[in-house]
């Protein structure tokens, strides 16, 4: 980085967009961040702001004076500034507050107002509202004058005398009919409209499955509040996406790659940490059977695989179900026939397989009743794998538990346990 | 489902978009969704084809005759047709083939040209374009007479004589500004344009990072092909998380919850086999210390937790890599910092959790020298995972391997060999 000339850089920020330049900023050493905060356009540092992910937000905020942050987010939408209010160090918060007036304040405390994770919270308020006793022509004119029409816009918000909502003239329509028409006439009636109070992950849901550009946020009366567009949605679909795919290593969606080295290691530890007391307790259960181990050798050299597929198969059934809960595909109407095709095939893997291990095992180690233990065992542990993988995320989602950060830890320790257990058990008992 | 008056289901279904339907359909059991088939409103029952998930598509298309599916498919556009011509079996597409016009026909082999997964597979090419020379006013009379505007447009094409890409004149634009002005005076010159051949998922990253409606296709020769729009998009970039999601655990993003049994677990067995192959090359390595086993069972009780640890460890980085290199976030220009900072990170965890597991070992065993032992393959074994999570993938993306599918078993295969061969060998060395 230090090679460039910084002429160079200020060229190349001036072309791109606040979220090419935030993506740029999560690609480099967290140290060096600071450096490149000086050459982004001031009138686009606000939306650097807000685009970058939390964990790199907060570091670079950390190495900036709070009057660099209230300057930068002087120029923002009151539900950005509420993310910034809610996510950063209380000191900066109130450093933005005071530097509101009485109008910014009133708007910062009531997107506040709504709950974390509501359409409440990333609506915006600026959407053009017309109503609905005016002419095309009117309407025209209106735009006209008012030189500017918000990013996003893809309809006009129609509302009547009491700003109640009344449906949505899309702008293709406004364009392809006679001027002289009735807003009335020509405005789609059906136009969707959502609760402030609806969550972020069923609107994003919708937002992707009807394809929609905005949508108009309506309270309990059917008073127009303001409306959603799809640049945040597509934002927290990926977040949701992330959050399965680094919850299942105990990361958070917001992690840093380039974080410093410090925190980042903290994060994993604690992660390490829970799984090594899991591993311990696969070893006590070992432990329990260091008579039998002592006598025949051959089960230590075995007894990791039977844990090991039984690991990999309820991994399969658990990633499914985490999934198809997130995406909404699985209600307690489909419930039951999902868990007994989860243990049909698991009956399946768990036969083909015992057949396997029992042949390879036997060709090892020339002993038919060590085969058989391990083949038992494997059908047995595939089984138990099938029913955890199907009813550890049914169980963690009924009583509250976010599945996708810790069912993966339940999920092994119960394999591993069971797999040890039933195959030491039986050669306990037959050997 | 059979409780539900049809009738019922045919009003519901009146009300739904093709997505929704899709969902539906994608929520029962396989050997329902044929009897559904015949309730969809005809208007919709290509578009619920294009919705469907690839292997749901497949067997659905397998319980409807040929006839059906090519009456479905017959308004559909030429890059949706194409997908179908390109998923179904052969008989099916050549049935489509044979029912299209010669237009219809020229456009399904033009959309085919194009590779798979680039950009022109996507393009539609009903864009609305306009010429550069005329004024607004005319722009809206002739939307006028057109009478409607295709789905997803925020801005019309501007193309000169030889229907050269000049730019794009947003609605926004078209609509704030005098009529009297000239396209030429008002168009986005800056618009941004892409080649058909640029690949689906660069196109997917720069909709989500510029906040992109619609971008239009250009080809080399400057002359405006077609468009491409937001709809696409969000789903591309869905399917690349579902990839890395589901592809962790050996299964296909398109991967279908309620297909049959037998077909899930003939997927299913398969990564089973590959894991079976690596769990028994981890015990053949273990049975090379039957001798040192033999002596001290305790290493038998204590060996998995070496290697689980590697596992949990390597996971996260290889996560986290695999995830920085899918949304292009790790460069050459970054990648040295970054192992850096994996090989820093594992030293810390490493030299924490041996002081951990030394200790609790001691206290259960109270032989100071398998402490030892354990502590130091600990040591070894997070740093070759570290080494591991950040090498496998970038190698793999180098000679062309998808990391998100294979990475995973390479990674456990390998802590879990150096695992054993540590902390066994070792024990073999020193006990």
């Known amino acids: 980085l230090e090679d460039f000339d910084k002429d160079v850089l ?16 999560e690609s480099i050493p967290d140290s060096q961040r600071g450096q490149l905060w000086s050459i982004i356009p001031e009138d686009r540092n606000g939306a650097v702001l807000v685009e970058l992910g939390e964990v790199a937000r907060l570091s670079l905020v950390n190495n900036l004076e709070n009057e660099q942050v209230v300057e930068a987010v002087s120029n923002l939408d009151s539900n950005d500034l509420a993310e910034m209010v809610d996510t950063l160090p209380d000191e900066v918060g109130d450093a933005i507050r005071q530097s509101l007036d009485y109008k910014g304040l009133q708007g910062l405390e009531a997107s506040l107002a709504f709950p974390e994770d509501s359409a ?20 025209l004119r209106f735009l006209r004058s008012r030189e500017s029409i918000p990013a996003h816009t893809s309809g006009l918000m129609v509302i009547d005398r009491q700003r109640a909502f009344q449906g949505e003239l899309h702008l293709s329509d406004l364009l392809t009919h006679n001027p002289s028409m009735l807003v009335e006439e020509v405005m789609d009636k059906e136009a ?62 917001d992690e840093d790659l380039f974080s410093p080295i410090l925190p980042s290691a903290k994060r994993r530890l604690f992660w390490l940490g829970i799984n090594l007391v899991t591993a311990f307790l696969a070893a006590w259960v070992i432990g329990l059977f ?43 109407a489909n419930a039951k026939w999902l868990a ?24 090892w180690f020339s002993d038919l009743r060590i085969s058989l233990v391990l083949a038992a065992s494997m059908i047995i542990n595939l089984l138990i794998a099938a029913l955890s993988g199907f009813g550890i995320p049914m169980f963690m989602k009924r009583i509250g538990i976010d599945p996708a950060l810790a069912g993966g830890v339940v999920l092994t320790t119960a394999t591993d346990v069971i797999g040890f257990v039933s195959f030491l058990g039986l050669a306990t008992l037959f050997l």
């Open 10 to 25: 200020i060229e190349l920020f001036a072309d791109l967009e606040a979220s090419e330049i935030a993506r740029l900023l």
């Open 120 to 139: 409440g919270r990333v609506m915006e308020t600026e959407a053009v509202a017309i109503r609905s006793d005016i002419t095309l022509e009117t309407v």
């Open 192 to 253: 969707i409209n959502i609760s402030p109070l609806a969550s972020q992950h069923e609107l994003a849901i919708m937002f992707r499955d009807l394809d929609l550009v905005s949508v108009a946020v309506v309270d309990d009366d059917g008073i127009l509040l303001g409306r959603v567009t799809l640049d945040d949605m597509v934002d927290i679909l990926h977040e949701e996406a992330d959050h399965q795919i680094l919850g299942a290593v105990g990361l958070d969606e």
């Open 290 to 332: 260091e008579a039998t181990l002592e006598k025949i050798v051959a089960l230590a050299v075995l007894m990791p695989i039977v844990a090991s597929m039984g690991g990999i198969a309820g991994g399969q059934t658990l990633t499914l179900m985490i999934r198809g809960l997130a995406t909404g595909k699985i209600s307690s």
């Open 340 to 363: 007994y095709k989860e243990i049909a095939i698991s009956a399946i893997s768990g036969m083909t397989w015992a057949v396997v291990v029992g042949l390879v095992s036997y060709f």
